[in-house]
């Protein structure tokens, strides 16, 4: 193409990347030769110059959930406003995956990335190293205290001590909660609000009613409420840490012919798709997949960008707001008189 405008290379390229020391009627004319043979530049020559990728990477535990394709789907539409492609990955819980999964990003030559912690991750050493080998990383939805970095999340223990208090305040007295394994800072967190908003009503926190699902499974959630119909007669609410586990609850208590709420009310976590379809309709906890896709990408330009031209910057935690969807599986609070 330079030979046959008779330009320099340097020109050319200039002209084609939008540089302003190059006139506007070169420009055109680069433009109008560069139309006329379908030429595209090669971005990863581009990359390689530039020494960035313009990709990032999206570690999520899975894909296939309501609230994980909510934040893919904000991730990749703000990331695409700023130029960028996003590498999806999935670890599936597991340590082992997560690792081979950002080694594989770190090969691609990824710019940042943005993770949520598996479920069964036992340390977070491999985080750090990536973040002192000079990769930027943003952690979302399930992180942890012990990494140093950009943080987005809502606040789990004021979104469970409100789930809970709502069962107070509509006349539960006995209230078990189903819980994951206590290793992702939200299931600590969740655990930590529904025990505090029963001591602050003065009711006393009994580890017996407290359940531990280990795959967050629809058929956890049948097989945990036939153990409270079957052991703990006296339990009158539930609150469960995802709507798939406390869907699972809903329909093995209807199988067993109690009446939702009146005989046990329900709250579960997240506002999937599926909570509006329960019979009855499942209350539960609305977070935002979408806004923290969105905020985890623009937290780690950021980074990207301050460290492009040596700005200083400090790293920040973003809340994303959290509330009560109330439907038919809760009662209905009585009025005050």
């Not at 990477?57 to 991730?75: D, M, R, Y």
Request: aromatic residues 8%; proline residues 3%; contains cysteine.
């Amino acid at each position: 193409m330079a030979k046959t405008l008779g330009l320099s290379v340097g020109t050319v390229s200039k002209a084609l990347n939008g540089y302003d020391d190059v006139s506007q009627a070169t420009r055109e004319k680069v433009l109008l030769l560069a139309k006329s043979l379908n030429y595209s530049p090669n971005s990863y020559a581009r990359s390689l110059r530039n020494k960035e990728s313009k990709t990032i990477g999206l570690l999520v535990p899975e894909i296939v959930h309501h609230f994980f394709s909510n934040i893919i789907h904000g991730a990749v539409e703000t990331a695409e406003k700023h130029g960028y492609v996003v590498i999806i990955l999935e670890s599936n819980e597991s340590y082992d995956i997560e690792k081979k999964q950002l080694q594989l990003l770190l090969d691609r030559n990824v710019d940042g990335i943005l993770m949520s912690l598996a479920d069964n991750t036992v340390n977070y050493k491999h985080i750090g190293k990536i973040i002192n080998e000079g990769t930027p990383v943003t952690l979302y939805d399930k992180i942890t205290k012990s990494v140093d970095t950009h943080k987005v999340l809502i606040n789990d223990q004021k979104a469970a001590y409100n789930a809970t208090k709502y069962l107070i305040d509509s006349g539960c007295r006995n209230i078990a909660h189903i819980r994951g394994p206590l290793k992702p800072q939200t299931t600590i967190d969740r655990l930590k609000g529904y025990r505090k908003a029963l001591e602050d009503h003065n009711f006393p926190y009994q580890k017996h009613l407290v359940f531990e699902s280990k795959h967050f499974s629809f058929e956890d959630g049948k097989a945990i409420a036939g153990i409270i119909t079957e052991n703990f007669p006296e339990v009158d609410g539930v609150f469960a840490f995802t709507d798939l586990l406390a869907t699972g609850v809903l329909v093995e208590l209807k199988q067993r012919h109690y009446k939702i709420p009146e005989d046990i009310a329900i709250i579960g976590f997240s506002n999937w798709f599926l909570s509006e379809i329960t019979t009855p309709k499942l209350s539960t906890v609305n977070q935002s997949g979408y806004e923290m896709g969105q905020e985890s990408v623009k937290l780690l330009l950021q980074e990207i960008d301050n460290r492009k031209h040596d700005r200083p910057y400090q790293y920040q935690t973003i809340e994303i707001p959290a509330e009560l969807v109330i439907r038919d599986s809760t009662k209905k609070i009585k009025s005050l008189k």
